[in-house]
């Protein structure tokens, strides 16, 4: 069986990556050859070994999926128009086009929403309804696909970068001296300046009271210009994780952590995953709504943080470490079982799969 996968793939986020390699692992030896639609698909092959064409290649993608069985999207916050109308317009163009070629297609674990524009929710409900199979990865994309006015079935599963596996390392944590690390991995937000201001100051905060914060690197695009501000506000100096393109390395690295502080979904996801709690700062529903999933403290807006903010809230975090800990422990096993209902549902979906399996 051969399907076509579309995403935000081999864009530089690994975050994103991290769902096609969770769709990989949990198909495990089934017979389903991939080809990813990547923004980097010599990259895509090197660091996850699957077979990739560029993304905006509309006549090679029309050629792959003339030889697919399908269409699957893995996951993300693809339906959307915040990011840009013009992305949502992209993954709603792929739909068509498979439909015209007479191919199934299936939406995985999708975070939908949040859509603001008239024609985006238009466009959003339209792409919706050609879909033969759909699943949401919280409640609250499910509440956002209603208000669009599509009451078709849909299951809520979970995302599938948790069923991404990191690569074999050492289990230590990072320490230098009894300083225990804090992974920072904030992204570009309202007012750049203040938000790096507001990391700055916290990354400060924390040397100061004998933690090491290390700045994560979630989005080699987007993410480089502010990591930049805010380690030239901590002293011109600070260790960072960048440049990670795989990512089981990106897991591998979260794993030795005290805990993560996170504004980007992916790296709270892959830090939970390792089981290392996060301390959420949301920008976006998605991330409110992953706190509540796992049971998390009640994030950070983004909008108004201060170092102080951030500060007082850390140290609330720190009283609750072992109890947070223990929570996502335990409510990560639910979330694997719903990732992986994911693909229960892509072997139904297609009966000479299901026989296979």
Not at 297 to 319: C, I, Y
């Amino acid at each position: 069986m051969r399907i076509v996968v579309a995403g935000y793939y081999g864009c530089g986020n690994v975050g994103d990556d991290a769902l096609l390699a969770g769709l990989q692992v949990g198909l495990g030896n089934l017979p389903v050859k991939l080809t990813a639609l990547s923004g980097n698909p010599d990259e895509t092959f090197r660091y996850l070994g699957i077979t990739s064409v560029p993304r905006r290649d509309f006549a090679r993608v029309k050629q792959e999926l003339e030889g697919a069985d399908a269409l699957v999207f893995a996951g993300g916050g693809l339906l959307q128009d915040v990011t840009s109308l013009f992305s949502l317009q992209y993954y709603a163009k792929l739909i068509s086009l498979a439909k015209k070629l007479d191919k199934k297609v299936v939406m995985l674990a999708q975070g939908i929403g949040p859509v603001n524009s008239f024609f985006g929710k238009r466009t959003a409900a339209a792409a919706l309804r050609q879909v033969d199979v759909i699943t949401v990865r919280d409640p609250q994309s499910l509440q956002t696909m209603r208000s669009l006015g599509v009451n078709r079935p849909a299951e809520v599963t979970a995302d599938l970068a948790w069923l991404a596996m990191p690569e074999e390392s050492p289990e230590a944590q990072f320490e230098l001296g009894s300083m225990k690390t804090v992974g920072i991995a904030p992204r570009p937000w309202g007012k750049p300046k203040d938000l790096a201001a507001a990391f700055g100051g916290f990354a400060q905060l924390l040397f100061k009271n004998s933690y090491v914060p290390m700045l994560v690197e979630m989005d080699r695009t987007l993410d480089t210009a502010i990591l930049d501000q805010i380690a030239k506000l901590h002293g011109g100096r600070a260790p960072d994780i960048r440049n990670i393109h795989a990512p089981a390395q990106m897991l591998a690295r979260l794993k030795r952590m005290h805990c993560v502080v996170a504004m980007r979904l992916h790296a709270g996801i892959l830090a939970a995953s390792a089981g290392v709690p996060p301390m959420m700062i949301s920008y976006d529903p998605k991330v409110t709504a992953f706190a509540n999933l796992l049971g998390l403290p009640n994030p950070l807006p983004a909008d108004g943080l201060t170092p102080e903010k951030l500060w007082d809230a850390f140290q609330r975090f720190e009283r609750d470490r072992e109890a947070i800990k223990a929570t996502i422990l335990d409510r990560r096993e639910a979330q694997i079982k719903a990732a992986k209902r994911n693909i229960d549902i892509l072997i139904e979906s297609f009966p000479a799969l299901a026989g296979k399996n």
